[in-house]
């Protein structure tokens, strides 16, 4: 692989200890994958933020890197596993609450932005249309990729963190034009009526395609919730980094000849709907997964005006989309339900298992997926029945 | 017998083989804190990574498991080097941030189960 004389100095510590540990990953994954060069990129997202997935381990590596290291680029961060501010009403328990107040730090310090969102492109990290960018949060990286039309691969959290210190990526997989061609098309014939239908379509897609780029065909319209949840669905069940949606998203253009075709019809999406529902009453309700759209916190207002929640109710959004809602006139009946603003997390990387909860409902399959792995029964419904579950009494 | 292949991180180690038949996932597949492979269905499910020179096809599973192998690494429970067919991105930067001597691309077959292996950039002598 080709490197720029700046880059060589990196490589051979010249700009510091993290830089140096930052280049190694770059130069080999550019070995691995064949990349011919590095690229510059515009923007990262860092995965990796939870402590329940980091560890002491994962700690120890943020700090060491922390001594030296500055992001180069804007940078931005994934939900932690609590709110930074509230984790105490969450009920986490303050040793936990401690370890990931220091992997925050570590992030700080390292300059990252602490958005603590799993939706970036709605918090002030918005690329461009062929923008290359260095994304780990698979359902952002699908989004960006496939809606906005930025260039990422689906990075892990070192290799994210290992771009923002640098400022570059290694140029191969959907950096590169060619590699952005889908591979499989989906004839949709079920009607999508809700933003849960695409979230379904996309678990059920997801497990065919696995890291393939699926490209839709008869989706008459889909709103920006509608793409969000889509990805994130794909990503879930699948390695899917891309897809392509006939008419609407902005590289459909690049071809779809002779594909192998997968059909999704109503008989599809009423399997994927039973799949994601195991047995029992929901104790636990929470929806934004990904986090919540200003949209989506404005129906949420409207739903629950006048009514009280009578269980757990989590709706996870970022502080930027929060701030908005407060703005907006949104916040208000939501919290006057008793329904709790999760922010800087979500019902996936806070350690719900942990707080004596039993059976989650939300309008998330990709959040069911993770959940049950997690030891966790699982309702998949719409925004609309979420709501219903939380205030119906008894 | 030699075998040369490429460097993913290099540096110099000795050790017994532990071959494993299947893809390895580091999270939820060894303990962390013990080295223990606790991965269900697993050929070496029971035994520990301690110092061993770790042959895999090739990593699988979820991203965190680079963290998993750091965290051998500072546990002082980490394989002493690491041999894959084909090496991924969970594995390559799990061994750059260990400081794990790792090397892809060799055949992996050819390494018989508890074979004294030396790794010294990218090749290997058994």
Redesign the interface.
């Given at each position: 692989m080709h490197l720029t004389k700046e880059e060589e100095a990196m490589l051979a510590g010249e700009q510091g200890h993290a830089t140096q540990?930052a280049m190694?990953?770059l130069v080999?994954?550019g070995?691995?994958y064949e990349a011919k060069r590095l690229v510059k990129v515009s923007s990262v997202q860092v995965?990796?933020v939870s402590y329940k997935?980091?560890?002491?381990?994962?700690l120890?590596?943020l700090s060491e890197l922390a001594k030296d290291g500055k992001a180069r680029v804007k940078t931005t961060l994934n939900p932690a596993g609590m709110s930074l501010t509230d984790w105490k009403s969450q009920g986490i328990d303050s040793v936990f609450a401690e370890k990931q107040l220091q992997v925050i730090d570590a992030y700080a310090k390292l300059g990252v932005e602490i958005t603590c969102t799993c939706t970036p492109y709605l918090a002030g990290n918005e690329p461009s249309f062929g923008q290359h960018i260095a994304w780990?949060e698979s359902s952002a990286v699908a989004y960006a990729n496939s809606v906005i039309g930025a260039r990422t691969n689906r990075e892990?959290?070192?290799?994210a963190l290992a771009a923002s210190l640098t400022g570059r990526t290694p140029l191969y997989g959907l950096h590169i034009r060619e590699n952005r061609v889908p591979t499989i098309a989906v004839n949709v014939e079920a009607q999508l009526r809700f933003p849960e239908d695409f979230s379904a379509m996309g678990y059920f897609v997801g497990r065919t395609a696995k890291d393939g780029i699926p490209y839709f065909r008869g989706v008459q319209r889909a709103s920006l919730e509608d793409l969000k949840t889509l990805s994130a669905g794909l990503a879930s069940s699948g390695g899917v980094a891309m897809f392509h949606v006939e008419g609407m998203t902005p590289e459909f253009g690049l071809g779809a000849k002779n594909l192998e075709a997968l059909t999704f019809t109503r008989k599809e999406l009423a399997e994927t709907d039973s799949l994601l529902n195991d047995e029992g009453a929901p104790d636990f309700v929470s929806v934004g997964c990904p986090h919540c759209s200003l949209t989506e916190l404005e129906t949420l207002a409207k739903l629950l005006s006048g009514r009280q929640v009578m269980r757990e109710f989590w709706v996870c959004c970022s502080r930027e989309v929060k701030r908005l809602g407060d703005e907006a006139g949104y916040s208000g009946p939501i919290e006057a339900s008793g329904a709790k603003f999760a922010l800087d997390t979500c019902m996936v990387v806070a350690p719900v298992e942990e707080l004596g909860y039993k059976v989650v409902a939300t309008n998330s399959a990709k959040a069911c997926h993770y959940l049950r792995n997690a030891g966790l029964k699982v309702r998949f419904m719409p925004l609309e029945e979420c709501v219903a579950e939380a205030t119906r009494s008894g | 017998m030699k075998l040369r292949g490429r460097a993913i991180f290099e540096g110099k180690a000795v050790g017994q083989a532990l071959v494993s038949s299947s893809p390895m996932s580091f999270y939820g597949g060894v303990n962390p804190e013990t080295g223990e492979i606790v991965e269900r269905g697993s050929n070496l499910a029971g035994q520990s990574v301690r110092g061993r020179v770790l042959v895999f096809p090739y990593g699988k599973g979820s991203t965190v498991g680079s963290y998993v192998l750091y965290r051998l690494a500072k546990n002082g429970v980490a394989p002493s080097a690491i041999v894959n067919a084909k090496c991924e991105t969970i594995v390559a930067v799990g061994a750059i941030i260990s400081e794990i001597p790792c090397v892809d691309m060799v055949d992996v077959t050819k390494i018989k189960p508890d074979a004294r292996v030396r790794v010294d950039g990218a090749t290997l002598e058994f």
């Amino acid at each position: 692989m080709h490197l720029t004389k700046e880059e060589e100095a990196m490589l051979a510590g010249e700009q510091g200890h993290a830089t140096q540990k930052a280049m190694q990953i770059l130069v080999a994954l550019g070995r691995i994958y064949e990349a011919k060069r590095l690229v510059k990129v515009s923007s990262v997202q860092v995965s990796g933020v939870s402590y329940k997935n980091l560890g002491d381990a994962g700690l120890e590596f943020l700090s060491e890197l922390a001594k030296d290291g500055k992001a180069r680029v804007k940078t931005t961060l994934n939900p932690a596993g609590m709110s930074l501010t509230d984790w105490k009403s969450q009920g986490i328990d303050s040793v936990f609450a401690e370890k990931q107040l220091q992997v925050i730090d570590a992030y700080a310090k390292l300059g990252v932005e602490i958005t603590c969102t799993c939706t970036p492109y709605l918090a002030g990290n918005e690329p461009s249309f062929g923008q290359h960018i260095a994304w780990g949060e698979s359902s952002a990286v699908a989004y960006a990729n496939s809606v906005i039309g930025a260039r990422t691969n689906r990075e892990g959290g070192p290799s994210a963190l290992a771009a923002s210190l640098t400022g570059r990526t290694p140029l191969y997989g959907l950096h590169i034009r060619e590699n952005r061609v889908p591979t499989i098309a989906v004839n949709v014939e079920a009607q999508l009526r809700f933003p849960e239908d695409f979230s379904a379509m996309g678990y059920f897609v997801g497990r065919t395609a696995k890291d393939g780029i699926p490209y839709f065909r008869g989706v008459q319209r889909a709103s920006l919730e509608d793409l969000k949840t889509l990805s994130a669905g794909l990503a879930s069940s699948g390695g899917v980094a891309m897809f392509h949606v006939e008419g609407m998203t902005p590289e459909f253009g690049l071809g779809a000849k002779n594909l192998e075709a997968l059909t999704f019809t109503r008989k599809e999406l009423a399997e994927t709907d039973s799949l994601l529902n195991d047995e029992g009453a929901p104790d636990f309700v929470s929806v934004g997964c990904p986090h919540c759209s200003l949209t989506e916190l404005e129906t949420l207002a409207k739903l629950l005006s006048g009514r009280q929640v009578m269980r757990e109710f989590w709706v996870c959004c970022s502080r930027e989309v929060k701030r908005l809602g407060d703005e907006a006139g949104y916040s208000g009946p939501i919290e006057a339900s008793g329904a709790k603003f999760a922010l800087d997390t979500c019902m996936v990387v806070a350690p719900v298992e942990e707080l004596g909860y039993k059976v989650v409902a939300t309008n998330s399959a990709k959040a069911c997926h993770y959940l049950r792995n997690a030891g966790l029964k699982v309702r998949f419904m719409p925004l609309e029945e979420c709501v219903a579950e939380a205030t119906r009494s008894g | 017998m030699k075998l040369r292949g490429r460097a993913i991180f290099e540096g110099k180690a000795v050790g017994q083989a532990l071959v494993s038949s299947s893809p390895m996932s580091f999270y939820g597949g060894v303990n962390p804190e013990t080295g223990e492979i606790v991965e269900r269905g697993s050929n070496l499910a029971g035994q520990s990574v301690r110092g061993r020179v770790l042959v895999f096809p090739y990593g699988k599973g979820s991203t965190v498991g680079s963290y998993v192998l750091y965290r051998l690494a500072k546990n002082g429970v980490a394989p002493s080097a690491i041999v894959n067919a084909k090496c991924e991105t969970i594995v390559a930067v799990g061994a750059i941030i260990s400081e794990i001597p790792c090397v892809d691309m060799v055949d992996v077959t050819k390494i018989k189960p508890d074979a004294r292996v030396r790794v010294d950039g990218a090749t290997l002598e058994f």
